[in-house]
């Protein structure tokens, strides 16, 4: 067997070849490839897989410990990405995915942000619907370094309420309520990650940053996101059925493309919890 890597993007992506469902589980090495791709490219695209979603888990399971909460899926460690209510009934709160974000900035305990999350397609919208990555790590790379040493202290709020606010301007009294149930959590804005490595916690989570004006702030924040999202930037993945992406969490934030609320898209999502916190 020979995996091929294809880089898709100079900034982030590439698409793997050479991978079959047997070799997924039972071939050691693919599992060791997949991290040492992952670290370089940010985002791995397997095209036509069809993976089962048994085979998903087991795989992921070799990359790391997974979450196995419930997921309106009969298999554990799948949760069905839908806008249908009957197939999630936490639908609603998938239309903050179409705004740009990392994945576990506010989590109910002191959990990790997500190690990498895998997603397989079952059925694909008619219109929109596609997955856009972007670096993280390139979004520090490509600062000055007067810039590096001036965000390097900086220290961020990051709340369910913020990314919500984004897709719900007015909120009703119960919505405001279930969103500030969710803790609040104070991230730096630069992650120093145990590889050495280093990039921006960025996105729709990010409220404001400790201790400065909110318009220069939020100018700030909104700044940084565009350069870290210039369309040259960015690899954008057009669904068929069958696909299978998986992505670095850490140095990658990701959005989806608006759909219809009553499209059949359907994704089968696997996340591989967090060996790091943010620091």
């Keep these: ?24 589980v039972s071939d050691d090495t693919v599992a060791a490839t997949v991290l040492d791709a992952l670290e370089t490219h940010g985002v791995l695209v397997f095209r036509n897989l069809h ?4 085979t998903q888990v087991a795989f992921c399971r070799k990359l790391g410990q997974i979450d196995t909460e419930p997921g309106h899926h ?10 249908d209510t009957t197939k999630n009934s ?39 619907g596609e997955t856009e990555f972007a670096s993280t790590y ?29 897709v719900t301007e007015e909120p009703t009294p119960e919505q405001l309520a279930a969103w500030r149930g969710r803790p609040v959590k104070e991230h730096p804005l ?6 050495g490595r280093r990039s921006l916690v960025l996105g729709a989570s ?15 924040l909104d700044d940084l996101l565009r350069r870290c999202t210039a369309p040259d930037r960015v690899y954008r993945h057009d ?34 919890l967090g060996d790091e916190p943010i620091r």
Aim: hydrophobic residues 40%; negative net charge; contains cysteine.
């Design 90 to 128: 936490s639908a609603g709160y998938l239309r903050a995915t179409f705004d740009w974000h990392i994945d576990g900035c506010t989590p109910q305990d002191d959990a990790y942000p997500q190690m990498a999350t895998m997603l397989t397609a079952k059925a694909v919208s008619a219109t929109g």
């Design 239 to 272: 669904w068929s059925v069958g696909d299978t992406v998986i992505w670095d969490n850490r140095g990658v934030i990701h959005r989806a493309a608006p759909y219809p609320p009553d499209s059949p898209r359907e994704m089968l999502r696997t996340t591989v």
């Design 138 to 166: 390139k979004a520090f790379d490509n600062l000055t370094d007067a810039e590096r040493t001036r965000l390097a202290t900086l220290r961020v709020v990051h709340s369910l309420e913020a990314s919500q606010r984004l």
């Design 206 to 220: 990010t409220d404001y940053v400790v201790g400065m004006d909110p318009a220069e702030s939020r100018a700030l």
């Design 1 to 24: 067997m020979t995996i091929t890597i294809d880089p898709l993007n100079h900034d982030v992506g590439a698409e793997v070849t050479g991978v079959d469902h047997e070799s997924l």
């Design 74 to 83: 009969p298999v554990r460690g799948i949760y069905r990405v839908s806008l």
């Design 190 to 195: 630069v992650w120093t990650h145990k590889s």
């Design 51 to 54: 993976l089962e979603p048994e």
